[in-house]
């Protein structure tokens, strides 16, 4: 386990694993293995990905294939690439947003993540939640972003929209942490420390 | 969109909620995990629905790979009901249809349509009716459709009255007979039909800007269906027919038309076999829709004889019969009546007088209890005689959701709305509003018409009726009938839009009636005329009141007794005046908003119920019936009408012309 994750539960949207470490490792789910799990035939260690400066490198420690080649050693993922895990483990990985280094990851085969959410997020400095497609959660009916970001080892957030947090103990206002809820015009979420 | 559960709290033992999923027309929807890690869907159910919830009772066991299973229905702490369901990941057709504004490549479509299919003939195969099939509610899971919300879809056995209902449906996917409380398995053929051209085209056959316009395309607009191919124009075509016993008799049917290239082998679980004209697996009586007009009293001999009476009517005015042969049948079936007339009514006022005993006893007895059952519909089943008509029930929420819109779209200075009732307050509103200047105007108008109208009615009748033309005679019909349709005219146009009930009516026109009897007996004695009068029912003086007050008319004002000509005095005109506009609806006449501009109708109504006043009240006959027909035709002829094609316009905020 290399690094702290939460998971944003988007009403009306969709579940969203943000994972906030460098590296991630992803594979089949066991007490102290993937950050990244799926409930998949692959193996409890199957590779990594780690970020470095504005790209991510991925590092097969088990069989993996980028666009259909077959890696033999670490690569450099890029906007749009189909990962492959094993035999049938897809998924397609994005950087959405030009000015953010985060990227996202979403399974295109029919397998489940554990827990169970509809993309994963390699959080960098920021993680955008709104309507456009460029956002690294796409929320359709939304009107305003929400957007998470890191200030120091803090993870705080800002919205245009008048948004309220559900938590007394959150009494600093726009910082996140534990499990917490935010409500505003048109959304909810809330997040959860895992 | 907000949500009563965050994420995190476990209203149900044992599971602990995600996030909110999404709300449909019975409650929220929740991603939840189980404590062993199982992901369900939870719906919320409100209390109050417990109708509902014995749908969902008799589908809890249904199973089919094209249904979303249904696992268990479980009580909170605060009564509420949950649905726990399996939880579909995978995108809804709503999402996939989105991402093909063109129209999705035909083997992805079919590819969902025989899934959706498939499922729904096996939910028609055990009795149920899904009701609410739209792309919202089907969901493509690891490449097998999955169709939700179908346990909300009612049994059919139950449903057909448990009226509480919140889901009827998306108006894009309703069939036109749903707004007749009609619920047969046809309007999933129907829906099926809409989802098939939207998967194919990219978007839905009809389009509009509210409620009230999609509403109104389904009951009379035909789909643009050449943007399609064959076979599936003809598939469309056949599930889109508006009348449901023209439509592609099932969905099993649909599945046997398309190529066989696509069609699901050995699919469908039709007892029979897959016979396109296999029979009609679903034995439900089809209630016919009453009409609305029944609602406010079922007593069943009033509601049969009035509806007859409606439809006659309406079918006698809407008729394309030349106008002068309608008039021809009118006086040919008057004549009938009036030289047939006594033995007939012989017939009628005593069975008038059981009906009205019927009545009264029926009243007293049955009333109350009526009332308590219209009041808790929910409470329990109502028999089948006492529950209210699906369809009155529906007409409601299709009113009430109207006005809901309509409120919505007011705020956006855009009011288009689609019932009867609703255009009509629309316009009752739009009345209300018009300025004093713009009534007189109207008004003004009106009354010179009405005079023109008025004389030459009053010639024809003369002309036609009155033995040996009297100059007196013809003067004094023309003045009162004018007087007349002015005394219904002037109120009617002032009142306009504000009252809602008839009771002040009623009061003004019995005051302007007696205003009018006296006119009319201050001309007939200016005019030194004596009145003509056959005996077409009974000879003077011997009306139920004239007796009953032991008011009769005194030998001496009878004028010439053999010529059978008569003189009145004043409160015979005043009382029979007063009576006559008390006792009918006039204002209906002058109304903008009435069925036809002149309707013969309710003139040779108004003729009718004139020469019934008197029996009660002597007037001379046929002078009373002919001129109130004249006063009724004059009102109708000279008061201003908006034709039902402006309405709507008008009732969308143009102004008037």
Known sequence: ?194 | MRYAYPSGSRPLEGYTIKRGVGRGGFGEVYFAVSDAGKEVALKLIRRNLDVELRGVTQCLNLKHQNLIALYDIRTDEHEDRWVVMEYVSGESLDEAIEKHPQGMPLELAMHWFTGIATGVAYLHDHGIVHRDLKPANLFMDEGTVKIGDYGLSKFISCSRRSGQTESVGTVHYMAPEIGNGRYGKEIDTYALGIILYEMLTGHVPFEGESVGEVLMKHLTAEPDLNVLDEPYRGIVAGAMAKDPEVRIKSVAAMLDRLPSSVRPVGAVPMPNGRSAEGPVVLTVDEEPAEAASLKEDDEPILAALRSGWYDLERRFDESDLHPLLKSMIVIALVLVFVSSGIPFLGLLLPAAFLYLIYRTVRAIVVGPSRKRVAAKPVQGVPSRSESPGISSVLQERIQSETARATQEQRTKQKTKQFSRQDWRQQLQEHLAAKTMRQRMTELVGGMLVATAVASIGSLAICLVSARGVSMELYVWMTLVASLASWAVMIPTRLAEGKFEDQAPMRFVQLVSGALVGVMAWGIAEALVLSMPWSNIGIGPGSGMMDVALGFSLERSTLADNAAKLVRLPLQVYAAYFAFLFALLAWWRQAEVTRRSRVSLWSVVWCGFVAWLLHFVWWFPQPLGLLLAAVIAFTVQFSSVWIPPSRRQALAEGEEVG
């Not at chain 1, 938590?167 to 959304?187: M, P, Q, V, Y």
Request: aromatic share 6%.
């Open chain 1, 1 to 194: 386990m290399s690094g702290k994750r939460i998971v944003a539960w988007v009403d009306g949207v969709g579940g969203f694993l943000i994972c906030l470490g460098e590296e991630v490792v992803l594979g089949q789910p066991s007490v102290d293995g993937a950050d990244i799990a799926v409930l998949a035939d692959l193996s409890r260690r199957h590779a990594t990905i780690r970020r470095e400066g504005e790209s991510y490198v991925l590092t097969p420690l088990h069989r993996a294939s980028i666009d259909g080649r077959v890696l033999a050693g670490p690569t450099v993922l890029n906007d749009g690439a189909q990962v492959k895990l094993g035999d049938t483990v897809r998924m397609k990985f994005h950087k959405p947003h030009a000015l953010s280094a985060s990227a996202v990851l979403t399974l295109e085969s029919h397998h489940k993540t554990e827990p169970a959410v509809d993309a994963i997020v390699l959080m960098s400095e920021s993680c955008i939640f709104g309507p456009q497609p460029r956002s690294h959660i796409c929320c359709r009916d939304w009107t305003d972003d929400f957007v998470l970001f890191r200030r120091g080892s803090d993870l705080q957030f800002r919205t245009s929209a008048p948004a309220e947090v559900e938590d007394e103990s959150l009494s600093t206002g726009k910082t996140i942490a534990g499990n917490c809820r935010i409500e505003g015009k048109g959304f909810a979420l809330s997040f959860e420390e895992i």
